[in-house]
């Protein structure tokens, strides 16, 4: 069995955003020379998260307000989380509801997507440094 391990960066310039990861983990797919198999796609971080939806601005926007209207950022003393001096309360529960991680089968050497399924990061509390790893086990 082959494995492949690769990180992705990123440093959101908002406070969040949704970024089409698709074709780094496809990149990453082609690096690791692995045909058959599994790829792992998961946020290292807790206010972060990886998954899978449409690559549509409405679809985008939609996830933006019913996150807020879940989990608004303000005002920041609504969250006991952020007694500790921070202000991400918000972000670590927005990250629990879009998931950390995904998996998705390799065959033929190609991500075995659905038709309109595409890998997204959403950054909840970014202007940081943060990162994504992607795992690739198989043959
Ligand atoms: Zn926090």
């Keep these: 069995m082959e494995s492949y391990r690769k990180e992705l960066w990123f440093n959101t310039p908002t406070r969040r955003a949704f970024i089409n990861i698709t074709p ?30 449409d690559d549509e601005a409405g679809l985008h926007e939609d996830y933006e307000n019913w996150l807020e209207k879940l989990a608004p950022h303000e005002p920041v003393s609504g969250y006991r989380h952020n007694l500790t001096g921070e202000d991400n309360g918000d972000a ?11 998996v998705v089968a390799v065959t033929g050497g190609r991500l075995d997507l659905g038709t309109w399924e595409r890998i997204f990061y959403g950054e909840f509390d970014g202007r940081r440094r943060k990162r994504v790893l992607v795992k690739i086990i198989g043959e």
């Design 24 to 53: 780094e983990v496809e990149e990453g797919l082609a690096e690791s020379g692995i045909a058959e198999g599994l790829a792992l796609i998961n946020a290292m971080h807790i206010t972060a998260s990886v998954f899978i939806n």
């Design 92 to 102: 670590h529960l927005k990250r629990q509801v879009m998931g950390r991680e995904v």
